[in-house]
């Protein structure tokens, strides 16, 4: 697995940014500002993910969207972890705003992000028709939050004493 960082023709890979979310205006409003990380697996683009910096140390992941064949194999968990891992130092927090369904949610949760805040009836407002995730119709945007800070203590090396 390999993953890259797309700086041009971005909508090359709208086909799969819709995966993650179904309207092509909202994916137009981030893109753009966004950095794009493309998953490449045998050498064919599997997952995708859009970051935008809110300010004030914030991350945004707008966008995190794995090919459906190839959905529950690790791949949506290993792009989040090397986000984390890139980010980290630059930024404080990742923030990832998604619907009330309860399987997203799980996921989130399992990876260490917790509850942060809710935008109430974003889904309803901002998209033309109604959202559905595992059955369930989507109204509010809640966000999830995870640290980017270390907070395991680095280990000193061997100090040697000074006569």
């Given amino acids: 697995m390999r993953i890259r960082r797309i700086r041009v023709q971005k909508r090359r890979f709208l086909a799969l940014l819709l ?14 500002r966004g950095s794009l990380y493309v ?27 794995v090919a459906p064949a190839l ?35 799980g996921f989130y949760r399992r990876l260490g992000f917790v509850y942060s805040h809710r935008v109430q009836d974003f889904f309803t407002l901002n998209y033309p028709h109604p959202i559905v995730e595992g059955g369930t119709v989507l109204r509010d945007m809640v966000y999830l939050k995870k640290s980017l800070i270390c907070k395991t203590p680095r280990r000193r090396g061997f100090q040697r004493s000074v006569p």
């Fill in 19 to 32: 995966v993650g979310d179904e309207d092509e205006r909202m994916v137009e409003r981030y893109l753009d």
């Fill in 39 to 65: 998953l490449y697996k045998a050498g064919r683009p599997c997952a995708v993910a859009v970051v935008t910096d809110e300010g004030e140390g914030v991350l945004e992941l707008k966008n995190l969207a």
């Fill in 71 to 105: 959905q529950r194999h690790g791949l949506g968990r290993f792009l989040i972890g090397f986000l984390e891992r890139r980010y980290r130092g630059s930024f404080h927090t990742l923030l990832a705003g998604t619907g009330e369904s309860e399987a997203t949610l």
